[in-house]
């Protein structure tokens, strides 16, 4: 029994990318998928491209909004499916990621949430770097960056509920800040494979609008404490929770080629 997934994507004058983000997810064929498109009122062929898929989509609507997350907050709130994620209109997700995603949480039915790993992509595809992530420690997450790929991640239904979902007003870093609140009630699971393949070039979101993502950052770090975090603390501790997550990395990394020479 497969359980069902809703896959959320959001989308605005993405007609470049998301007719490669549709079929990301739809031609996995997992046979248990609720799609759902919102597009915030495309001027581009966005629409065009959606509604050739249409018969592979649960739900989908085009009109003016107010932004990504408000796009989707609508779009979960017509979600039906045991296992929730979402994924931008200009990232895809692996041809496996689905079949593991619902064959962890029903291997592990206490498991609330995971994330895998995600490659970056520029915008042709092309692959920028295989960025292979950690498990979820607090204090290094606030103070690093939020290093959960938010394309790999996947929860269960209850647990967005039971947090509240999205907030509305951040605009930038919502996933960060659900992820924050979910991270006090369940446990950040983490899968060492690759689920998803992140679109970095200047236009994305989180890098043209970097001021404002670092404000809504702090924001959730400075809530997170119960307490303002001064200048010089947040560049030190930043400093030296990346010095700890690299130096952590390295040495996975290190211990998996010893592994692999010794297999071979």
Excluded at 135 to 145: D, F, G, I, M, V
Excluded at 253 to 258: E, G, L, P
Aim: glycine letters at 6%; proline letters at 4%; hydrophobic letters at 35%.
């Amino acid at each position: 029994m497969y359980p069902k997934i809703s896959v959320v994507v959001p989308s605005f004058n993405q007609g470049r990318y998301i007719e490669q983000t549709l079929c990301s997810v739809i031609y996995q064929n997992y046979p248990n998928l609720e799609l759902i498109v919102i597009d915030g009122g495309s001027a581009d062929d966005s629409v065009e491209i959606i509604q050739d898929y249409r018969r592979r989509i649960a739900y989908w609507v085009s009109e003016p909004d107010g932004g990504q997350t408000q796009g989707l907050i609508k779009g979960f709130h017509h979600a039906t499916g045991d296992i929730l994620c979402w994924l931008n209109a200009d990232d895809m997700h692996e041809p496996h990621t689905l079949e593991v995603a619902a064959k962890f949480f029903t291997a592990n039915p206490r498991a609330r949430f995971v994330y895998g790993n995600a490659t970056w992509i520029d915008r042709e595809g092309q692959v920028l770097r295989y960025r292979r992530e950690m498990e979820y420690y607090r204090w290094l997450w606030l103070y690093a960056y939020n290093y959960i790929p938010q394309p790999a991640s996947f929860w269960r239904r209850d647990l967005y509920e039971e947090v509240g979902g999205l907030d509305s007003q951040y605009t930038l870093t919502m996933d960060a800040d659900l992820f924050a609140r979910i991270a006090r009630v369940a446990r950040l699971c983490h899968l060492d494979i690759p689920l998803a393949r992140f679109r970095y070039y200047p236009e994305q979101r989180n890098r043209a609008y970097r001021t404002r993502s670092d404000e809504e950052q702090y924001d959730i770090l400075c809530r997170e404490l119960n307490r303002e975090v001064g200048g010089v603390e947040k560049i030190v501790m930043r400093c030296l929770a990346r010095s700890v997550r690299f130096s952590y990395l390295t040495l996975c990394m290190r211990t998996a080629s010893v592994g692999n020479m010794k297999r071979a």
